[in-house]
């Protein structure tokens, strides 16, 4: 079975959830007897890709390290070149890793497409989600042979929005490659909470600011967010709003080993956005042993299952009630810990690749 993965997400950005989840599924499959993994993607901006080359065989030109050059040029260049390339390594399947209204596999070859999420339909406010856009993802899904989603919420999502039939859609967890940290814990001189990721509108950063206010958990504890952007304008004034002293609010960048000690010396990861279509800092908090405050919406009871306190993500005092609840009690503290090393251990890019490979397998049967 010879299965090929676009050049799309790769063409797009250095590096972000779905380039990892791509990166992460061909090298599990890549261990396979009976299957053939390649990324075609001839011009590669995705460091997360360059960097992982070595454990898949790969296709493509690394300009990863020229960042000027742009998208609208690359991506043409690419979708002309993958063709080429496809015509003549003649793959069984073609796992499409972003959306893109032509077809640019071969005919002989079946299609896959993953979906990650339905923000932009299921958040409106949020997005500019334009019927256009819509209608790509019409395309995409109407070509697929097979749809792969993330999370059930993510099914049943899809299934609503887009009435895709059910036995055309499967899920497959994802997993995580982060570890608990050799180095231990981060210390920064007194508790914190962690938020983790970019800080958009949906992600509910400003109702977190104002739950940390109204539980005035600034007098013990800081928030940090670890993210690469700084604080916007009007963040820095819902803290003035909320009665909390910019210090006691925090941005902080860095790799994989940073973020695994930030996770693990947290009293809490405090993720309540109001969508996910899986939520990966709710994986790789367990993994690190940092107890969870989430939302108690879409994908996200999903993945964190007994080892979280939800809250509504619309609601402050429910919120806040968890920032107080999970700083009243170490032994709470520590029996989440436990339940979420123990659930974080079924979701593994081991697994994701096996029932990924079994997919591959029917489709061509």
């Known amino acids: 079975m010879k299965v090929a993965y676009d050049y799309q997400i790769f063409s797009i950005r250095q590096y972000g959830g779905v380039s990892r989840y791509f990166v992460e599924l061909a090298a599990e499959l890549s261990k396979c007897a009976d299957t053939q993994i390649q990324i075609l993607a001839p011009l590669i901006r995705s460091r997360c890709l360059s960097e992982s080359m070595s454990r898949i065989s790969t296709l493509g030109i690394d300009l990863s390290s020229i960042p000027v050059l742009p998208n609208r040029l690359v991506r043409p260049i690419n979708a002309m070149l993958f063709r080429a390339m496809a015509a003549i390594t003649t793959p069984d399947i073609v796992h499409e890793t972003h959306y893109t209204r032509s077809r640019t596999a071969p005919r002989s070859a079946k299609i896959v497409t993953t ?14 989600f334009s019927e256009q856009q819509k209608g790509l993802i019409r395309t995409v899904l109407k070509r697929a042979d097979h749809i792969i989603c993330v999370s059930q919420s993510t099914r049943r999502d899809l299934m609503d929005i887009y009435d895709v ?12 490659s982060l570890a608990s940290p050799v180095d231990g814990p981060a210390d920064i001189g007194m508790p914190y909470f962690l938020h983790v990721g970019i800080r958009h509108s949906y992600k509910n950063f400003n109702r977190i600011i104002q739950a940390f206010g109204e539980a005035h958990l600034y007098r013990t504890h800081k928030l940090i967010s670890f993210t690469g952007a700084s604080f916007s304008t009007a963040e820095i004034a819902a803290m003035e709003t909320a009665g909390v002293p910019l210090s006691s609010v925090m941005q902080v960048s860095g790799d994989d080993q940073k973020l695994s000690r930030y996770y693990a010396g947290a009293d809490a990861l405090i993720f309540p956005s109001l969508y996910e279509g899986f939520g990966i800092p709710l994986l790789e908090a367990m993994r690190c042993g940092c107890p969870i405050i989430t939302a108690n919406t879409s994908s996200m009871p999903e993945v964190a299952g007994d080892a979280a306190i939800y809250c509504d993500p619309y609601d402050i005092r429910t919120i806040s009630d968890a920032l107080i609840q999970v700083t009243s009690s170490a032994d709470e503290r520590a029996k989440m810990v436990a339940r979420g090393l123990e659930r974080a251990q079924g979701f593994t890019w081991t697994r994701c690749a096996e029932e990924t490979h079994k997919i591959y397998r029917d489709l061509l049967q």
């Open 115 to 128: 979906i990650h999420d339905a923000i932009p339909e299921r958040l409106p406010d949020h997005f500019s």
């Open 165 to 176: 039939s059910p036995e055309r859609v499967s899920v497959t967890l994802l997993g995580s």
